[in-house]
């Protein structure tokens, strides 16, 4: 028993006769008299009671509609889910992305998105920037969201503009000549809290400066180096943008200059994925939000 018979035994039971079932379904209506005896026979059993003026079902075709009706409702829901997903008004995205600039960048994007494609679902996923892209190899991510140097040969990338890194400091206990940037020099003998992808080059500039730096931590949780720093256990080199995870009056934050430590996040997702539409158009939408922006 095929859909068409299905869809035709179906309408003549809702239109109630043969006559309008077939004006409804576009075919004359011998024909379609014709399919269903042809659909008794196939079956072996009496559908329709004939001698009524309405449609009236024998119990084999009552049995029957009510199957049909299921059958037909997942088959145009399954339809409508695949055609909604093939245009990117439903469906999952899946994003990977470190802690900073997931926390900074994804809720007001993800707010955004949402308001032109509420079927949307999302699934985050949250580490440090090689274990994302180890997640983004193995395909079980769509987009890489990290602060960490992106092969180019093997992935699609967007490069958001460079910002400045800052020491955020306790208000009560800052330290440097300015009240805006704080030199390398002047961070002699404080005691450091660094994110591990920035230790090697940091160490080296103090290094140039005529130091060995006191780091007291190496973390690359934001949020909880500025917990700290609120505790006074120290200063914490943070990208300027994060400054916004924790708003607290005992904090300041100052620009590191001489030399200047600059960061940046990178957009990714792999060259030979096909991505699904949703992904295109969240990515699409990156794109014009944060890299224009920058462009300004």
Not at 22 to 48: C, N
Not at 215 to 243: R, T
Request: glycine share 6%; net charge neutral; with cysteine.
């Amino acid at each position: 028993m095929g859909l068409k018979d299905m869809r035709a035994f179906f309408t003549i039971v809702e239109e109630g006769n043969i006559s309008h079932a077939a004006q409804r379904l576009g075919i004359a209506q011998p024909a379609l008299s014709r399919q269903m005896k042809r659909l008794e026979e196939k079956l072996d059993v009496k559908l329709f009671e004939r001698g009524s003026r309405r449609i009236r079902l024998t119990e084999a075709g009552r049995l029957l509609y009510d199957r049909v009706e299921n059958i037909l409702g997942m088959v145009d829901g399954t339809v409508r889910e695949i055609t909604e997903i093939g245009t990117g008004s439903k469906g999952s995205i899946r994003i990977g992305t470190i802690t900073t600039s997931g926390a900074l960048i994804l809720p007001e994007l993800i707010s955004e998105f949402h308001q032109s494609y509420p079927n949307i679902t999302f699934e985050i996923w949250e580490a440090e920037g090689a274990r994302i892209l180890e997640l983004l190899d193995s395909r079980l991510i769509e987009i890489a969201i990290t602060r960490t140097q992106v092969d180019n040969l093997s992935y699609e990338l967007l490069v958001l503009p460079n910002e400045p890194l800052v020491m955020v400091m306790n208000k009560k206990f800052a330290f440097g000549e300015s009240e805006d940037t704080v030199k390398f020099i002047e961070l002699k003998n404080h005691p450091l809290m660094i994110p591990l992808r920035w230790k090697s080059i940091f160490e080296e500039n103090c290094r140039k400066a005529g130091f060995e730096p006191n780091i007291f931590c190496v973390s690359d949780s934001i949020v909880q180096d500025l917990l700290m720093v609120k505790m006074n256990l120290g200063a914490a080199m943070i990208p300027i943008s994060s400054q916004k995870l924790l708003t607290d009056g005992d904090l300041i934050y100052k620009r590191i200059v001489e030399p200047e430590m600059k960061t940046h996040t990178v957009v990714s997702w792999l060259k030979n994925q096909t991505l699904s539409t949703a992904c295109r158009n969240f990515i699409e939408l990156f794109r014009k939000k944060f890299i224009s922006r920058g462009k300004n």
